[in-house]
């Protein structure tokens, strides 16, 4: 059972180009979450998505894309990438919102835009 | 803003049992406390969450105030793999958001 897993694990962009990140579980949850981590803080809600074909933003949106066309997979596009962008990334999945049930976090992609 | 307070930093002794302070003094009713943990810019870990009642897994225990406003993750006897950054997080159910602070860096010290 892998749990969540994300594709790349490191990506050198520079300033302008595009990039997908992959996000996939293994679980069967129903919700799946992107999320920034800079440096010394806390995570950040990028965008998230209740269910398979839905997706919503969260915190920090601006610069990011999202799609969620398999329940098992959920991808973050970065369009036009831009130094602010350079962070660690971490995809998470929840069996259900909020409530009692736990997420589930993969190891991080760290992206760094020159 | 984060709904959570939390020290900067707390250390303790290895074998000793490490209490984490969290303040949470704006939590609604049908809000949960959940404790995750990241170690060395992993992914964050799941440890463990409650809503009223004191809760034990075999990670840590939970102990949450009667009135729910702070919360104390307790780690009964810290080894060093137990050096991480502990984040004390309430959840918001209409937002699908947990918000995080910046936690507590906890150093076990041999």
């Known amino acids: 059972n892998a749990g969540v897993t994300q594709t790349p694990k490191f990506r050198v962009l520079k300033t302008g180009q595009s990039m997908t990140l992959l996000c996939a579980q293994d679980m069967n949850h129903e919700y799946m979450y992107w999320y920034r981590q800079d440096p010394g803080m806390g995570l950040r809600l990028i965008h998230y998505s209740v269910g398979e074909g839905t997706t919503a933003k969260g915190e920090v949106p601006d610069g990011y894309n999202v799609s969620r066309l398999k329940k098992q997979n959920f991808l973050l596009g970065l369009e036009s990438a831009a130094p602010s962008q350079t962070s660690v990334y971490f995809c998470a999945s929840s069996l259900r919102v909020s409530g009692i049930y736990g997420y589930t976090f993969g190891s991080g992609t760290r992206l760094t835009v020159v | 803003d984060a709904k959570t307070t939390q020290p900067p930093s707390m250390d303790c002794a290895e074998g000793r049992a490490a209490n984490l302070p969290c303040n949470h003094s704006t939590i609604s009713g049908n809000e949960y406390v959940y404790w995750y943990r990241q170690i060395h810019s992993q992914g964050p870990q799941y440890i463990i969450h409650?809503?009223?009642?004191?809760e034990t897994n075999e990670m840590a225990s939970l102990i949450i105030t009667e009135d729910r406003k702070s919360s104390t993750l307790i780690l009964p006897h810290a080894t060093l793999r137990d050096t991480a950054v502990y984040y004390c997080i309430v959840d918001m159910d209409s937002n699908y958001q947990l918000i995080w602070g910046a936690g507590t860096k906890l150093i076990i010290k041999p």
């Open positions: 409650g809503l009223k009642n004191n």
